[in-house]
């Protein structure tokens, strides 16, 4: 072991995992090296692939999304069905304002475009074990299609405001932007959606 | 010039274009290199840094945004202001079912994750130019912040369905996803947004 470098105590895993996720969320997937996660966590590079194995293998195991799904849900529908985009907008404004859970958010979002092991969270954790199982807790139709229109919606959210940082939206306050956009999410969760027409298809294609 | 390669025509600046525009969709910013580009396009490496120069130059030279917004705000404003937002839902479907526009679209999704000359044109070509001029022609309050979060919507749904594919969105109709998301692109265009609330801000952070 390097002199001043951390010995793989305890604590040594959990640094490796808060200095991963702070530069899979700040450099994105592609630039996040071994070596650089190692001497921002301070340890040697050898004891990252002794813990975590591979680079795709230490995102998975410490860029889960920090959602629950067990008490999101109940929580969510708990209450007017009505008023259940608000209940969903407030959950995903959350996501982005504390800065433990926005770290795995955004790692997550920008290493989409690059590392099927994101869209794989993505499309599992957010998509068919959180928001897909709401739409059907809610009692709505065609709940998997909602689901991916609801991801559609949050995901570039969190691209809008969090990575790209667009202006005025980065700098709203979150209440402001869960009123703002309830009423889209509403329309996701619960309302009418168009039915399959054949033939319509070819007018936008 | 290496036998077999493209001499430096007409047709090879926009041969390297084409290949380029395809690369940075299917591969994302980092991992598309010159060398790549140059081999799909069958023409010298040393050629490409000629044309346009570093990586970043080329990226910004090609893979602009495929919108016009003399064209597109007249078209979308026209006829009923509460059919806007099909109108609107239905230009940024055809952005993604095009394949010529989706290579461009796509390119600029996945490496504004990661190449802050993406994010400039996301916000600049599709944001102050198509998006908030947009709400600013159908007389629309705080037109900028409803620009921001159109993008959020559109950018989104080219994320989720163009570049993680989560079904049952990616093989849904282009016409019935124009239908699903109108509402949405409607609510953000014309419909009443919350004032700036002190203090309820506090509740979400």
Redesign the interface.
């Known amino acids: 072991m390097a002199r001043g470098r951390r010995p793989g105590d305890g604590n040594t895993r959990e640094a490796i995992a808060t200095s991963a996720r702070r530069l899979f969320a700040e450099l ?1 997937y ?2 996040t090296t071994l070596r650089r996660i190692a001497t921002d966590a301070d340890v040697d590079v050898a004891l990252l692939s002794h813990y975590y194995g591979s680079k795709v293998q230490l995102f998975a195991a410490v860029v889960d999304l920090p959602i629950d799904p067990a008490t999101a849900i109940p929580r969510i529908i708990a209450g007017d069905p009505a008023t259940a985009g608000t209940r969903l907008a ?1 959950f995903a ?2 996501l982005q ?1 504390d800065d433990a859970k926005r770290h795995r958010v955004v790692s997550i ?6 590392e099927p092991e994101a ?1 794989r969270i ?2 599992e954790r957010l ?1 068919s074990e959180l928001l897909t199982p709401l739409a059907t807790a809610i009692g709505s139709d065609r709940p ?2 909602r689901g ?2 609801l ?7 969190t ?3 969090a ?7 980065a700098s ?5 932007i ?4 309830a ?2 999410l509403q ?2 969760l619960t ?1 009418p ?2 039915e ?2 054949p033939g ?6």
Chains 1, 2 share one sequence.
């Open positions: 994105g592609d630039r407030a404004l959350d304002t979002v920008r290493a989409a475009t690059a869209t993505m499309r998509t998997a299609y991916s229109l991801m559609s919606q949050i995901v570039g959210l691209l809008a405001r990575i790209v940082q667009i202006e005025p939206l709203t306050p979150p209440a402001q869960v009123a703002s956009i009423p889209a329309h996701y309302g959606l168009p399959d027409q319509t298809a070819a007018t936008n294609t």
